[in-house]
Each structure stands twice: as C-alpha cells, then as structure tokens.
C-alpha cells in the first residue's frame, strides 16, 4: 500500500514565524498536493506538483509557498503564521491520471497562536 | 463557483438503514467521480468511484448512483453502521490537462446511532 507520512500529528505555532509541513511518499507517485480543511469549507486545495521541481497554485495558494526538490517529498511553507492559518493540513498524492485518486496522508492540526 | 456541492452537512440514521448521501456537480465534462471518508484527526481514505460512462457502481454495502442528466450523484450505504458514522466527502477531477487535480464537496458528516 502506498504510504503518505505527515511529519508531525500537532504543530502549535507563534504567529510571524516560519512554518514547515514535511509530507513524504514511498510509492514514486508523479502528483503530490497539500489541502487544507476547516469546518463547513470542506477540502481546499492550496498547491499541488506534478514533478520535481514543478509547482502550481491551487485555489488558495496565498500565505503559503511549496517545495519539491524530491519525488517523494513535498513541503508547504507558511512564510509568516497567522491565525487563519489554524487548520488541518493534510497532504496527498497520486500516480496517474486516472480514477485512482488520491492517497492521503493523516494530516497536521496546525494551531498559530 | 463551486462545481462539487454536498447540500446536507449533516446525516443521522438509525444503524441497520439506508443513508444517502447525494452530491450536484455543474461540469458535465468530469470523467468519473469519487467518494472518499474521512474520520477526525485522520486524512480522508478512498471508498468508490464511478466513470461517468455508468450510472451505477457497487462494492459490498456501498453503492454510488450517477444521473447525468441530472448532474447528480449518490451514495447508498446498506445496512448503516455505527463505524460508517465519519464526514464524506464526493470529488471529481478537473478536465482536460488537470484531471489529476481533485475538486471536492464541501462534505457531508453522517451519524448512524446504534
């Protein structure tokens, strides 16, 4: 089974300070995105790569910035915390272009206090 | 301009009945549609697609009904289960060049009491 690790379960954060959010798969899949959700807003999707190095803007992409400099690893920055960055993040990833879907990751309650 | 919408955010049924979840998407071009599950503090887990050359697709105690005309899909769960009880959520994918790229329904949280 493909594998999606979140490096941390609960992040609490000081509001200016630079946050990043470590998501790694174990399974070579070409696609990788960070969502976040919040209540009565669903899944929102923030940025997502479909290679190395290559990155574009989901529908929220403001606040935050991507790095992918590995196949299997994706992170999200925030560049300076706020308070309405509190969410959970959660990261996915998927091979194809097809009905496959996404394999998602346990996701990061992020607290900026 | 939102094209997945879940109208109910919330569902409560007796354990042992049928929950229907439903979903209205606007773009008639998506391929296939996904439902995922999602329980708190956990990432959503894939639970069934359907393409949308079907209107109907069945694993165990879920089935996903597509009406195209419509545009309207949903999901059946037979017999409810108090561990069914979780937030789903429906999804499809963009069109053309970015059909990798999921749009999903803001999410429907279903309570099956036992």
């Known amino acids: 089974d493909v594998k999606v690790t979140q490096s941390s379960r609960y992040l609490v954060k000081r509001t200016g300070e630079k946050v990043f959010l470590e998501c790694v798969q174990d399974?070579?899949?070409?696609?990788m995105f960070w969502y976040r959700q919040d209540p009565g807003l669903g899944l929102r999707l923030i940025y997502f790569?479909?290679?190395?190095?290559?990155?574009e803007k989901g529908d929220i992409p403001e606040g935050y910035s991507v790095s992918r400099e590995k196949k299997e690893r994706f992170s999200l920055i925030l560049e300076s915390a706020s308070t309405n960055q509190t969410s959970m993040y959660l990261c996915?990833?998927?091979?194809?272009?097809?009905?496959?879907?996404?394999?998602f990751g346990s996701g990061t309650r992020l607290t900026v206090v | 301009d939102q094209q997945v919408k879940q109208n109910s955010p919330s569902l409560s049924v007796q354990e042992g009945r049928i929950s229907i979840l439903n979903c209205d998407y606007t773009?008639?071009?998506?391929?296939?549609f996904l439902w995922y599950k999602k329980y708190p503090a956990e990432g959503p887990t894939f639970l069934i697609s359907?393409?949308?050359?079907?209107d109907k697709n069945e694993d165990g105690r879920f089935t996903v009904f597509l009406n195209k005309s419509a545009k309207h899909l949903s999901l059946h769960i037979v017999p409810s289960q108090p561990g069914d009880s979780a937030v789903y959520f429906c999804?499809?994918?963009?069109?053309?060049?970015?059909?990798?790229?999921?749009?999903f329904g803001k999410g429907t949280l279903l309570t099956v009491n036992p």
């Open positions: 359907i393409s949308s050359i079907k």
């Open positions: 790569s479909y290679d190395v190095k290559m990155k």
């Open positions: 999804a499809a994918p963009g069109s053309g060049g970015s059909n990798y790229k999921l749009t």
């Open positions: 399974m070579d899949h070409e696609n």
């Open positions: 996915a990833s998927s091979l194809s272009w097809g009905s496959d879907g996404y394999t």
């Open positions: 773009n008639s071009m998506f391929d296939y």
